[in-house]
């Protein structure tokens, strides 16, 4: 999936996340996000450093140091309007670890750390 950016949903303004298949039918996933995870992945795609590290920062740094290696974000599930994510990062050791993530958190840390970000099918259907 490549992220598209943010935009914001008219008449509610409510920011949504905009992801877009790669291959394939090239299907469109929008997923309604909070004010400062639209904030967090709008400066991450436009290449803002703040002054201080925030908290999707502040996660990259702190596995980079730890000497995990950052693989995928996967959105798996839909469940009653909700969606479902996971960070997939190796350890140091090379344990894999699933990480239940929100979307939004799972994909501004994506855009940070430079790895792809997946969807299931069925969430994409």
Not at 26 to 50: D, F, K, S, T, V
Not at 52 to 74: A, F, K
Request: glycine fraction near 6%; charge should be negative; aromatic fraction near 4%.
């Amino acid at each position: 999936m490549d992220l598209v950016g943010v935009r914001v949903e008219i008449p509610a303004n409510t920011p949504m996340m905009l992801l877009r298949e790669r291959n394939g039918k090239h299907r469109i996933l929008p997923i309604y996000i909070g004010n400062p995870e639209a904030a967090a992945i709008h400066a991450a795609m436009e290449g803002i450093e703040p002054p201080r590290p925030m908290t999707h920062d502040l996660m990259q740094t702190v596995i980079d140091e730890l000497g995990g290696v950052w693989e995928s974000v996967n959105i798996t599930e839909v469940r009653d309007h909700t969606f479902f994510a996971e960070l997939v990062l190796t350890t140091s050791d090379g344990q894999a670890l699933h990480i239940s993530a929100r979307p939004s958190d799972a994909c501004a840390l994506a855009i940070r750390a430079n790895v792809p970000i997946f969807a299931a099918d069925d969430v994409l259907a």
